[in-house]
């Protein structure tokens, strides 16, 4: 990734997971909300004191995650080089054969046999093909879908807290509640798909593709405490939504979303002390 994409994506997922953890004031605003039995969500319904400021808060960070992530994705274009000496003209609409680059990854080209050039032919110096690396394509991908679904879930705020306020709960359970609700509910749902599937692509991208060793390192412990902490937090929606109590609803789903973001930390700090990519333009 070329060294000023690398560094805007960098800045732009480090603000991100940082407005991403504004839920963490909750310890010294009165929201008057109990974190180990609530939804994060639940700070930003529409009935809530600080409703306006943490669904400002998820907006900021949706937005800046999802512009990191663009340029991430864009700059999973690399190019390889075969060298001086091998002749042909790019762009003639030929094919090239591949060839095998730095551990095993194709990235290298050069021109069929059939076309090696003749005496006299100028010398077109460097071949050069753009190629993308599949594991990181799939996780900027994610993390744009995470962005752009966190960005939805502010603009989708619920009604009210239906785990601390059983009118709000009845309400919820006999549809009369605003079709916010089922809208949060699905991009909430998407935003947490796309951050396990951008944590599982990145992390293998990082340790397949020999980049980002900080997220090399500790992302695959990061990624097992997620699973963990989303199998917590299922079972206990599920749990809540049976009338079996909230399991620790909140302190599960916070856990949830702290993880996230302190992967997007790292994921940023990788960024700006990976090494290059073979050959790759700055």
């Not at 599949?134 to 962005?147: D, E």
Request: glycine share 12%; proline share 7%.
């Amino acid at each position: 990734m070329p060294g000023n994409v690398t560094r805007a994506s960098a800045a732009l997922l480090a603000l991100g997971a940082l407005a991403y953890t504004a839920w963490v004031l909750e310890a010294v605003l009165r929201t008057g909300l109990d974190p180990v039995r609530t939804y994060v969500s639940e700070l930003a319904a529409s009935d809530q004191p600080f409703g306006t400021f943490f669904r400002a808060t998820d907006l900021v960070s949706g937005a800046l995650v999802l512009a990191g992530a663009v340029l991430g994705w864009a700059g999973t274009w690399r190019r390889g080089t075969r060298g001086i000496g091998h002749r042909g003209t790019r762009g003639s609409g030929q094919p090239w054969a591949p060839e095998a680059g730095p551990a095993g990854k194709s990235w290298a080209v050069r021109p069929p046999a059939s076309e090696a050039a003749g005496p006299g032919t100028p010398d077109a110096g460097p071949v050069r093909r753009r190629v993308r690396e599949p594991w990181s394509v799939l996780g900027w991908g994610a993390l744009a879908l995470f962005g752009a679904a966190t960005v939805a879930d502010s603009r989708l705020p619920l009604s009210c807290a239906a785990t601390t306020d059983p009118a709000c709960a009845a309400r919820e359970a006999a549809g009369l509640v605003p079709a916010t609700h089922t809208a949060h509910a699905v991009s909430s749902g998407l935003a947490m798909t796309g951050a396990l599937l951008a944590l599982v692509a990145l992390t293998v991208a990082a340790r397949r593709y020999g980049r980002g060793r900080p997220l090399a390192r500790t992302g695959p412990v990061v990624v097992a405490l997620e699973l963990a902490a989303t199998v917590w937090t299922l079972a206990a929606v599920a749990a809540f939504e049976a009338g079996k109590g909230t399991w620790a609803l909140g302190a599960g789903q916070r856990l949830q979303v702290l993880l996230v973001a302190v992967w997007l930390a790292v994921l940023a700090y990788s960024l700006t002390t990976s090494r290059p990519a073979p050959e790759e333009e700055r």
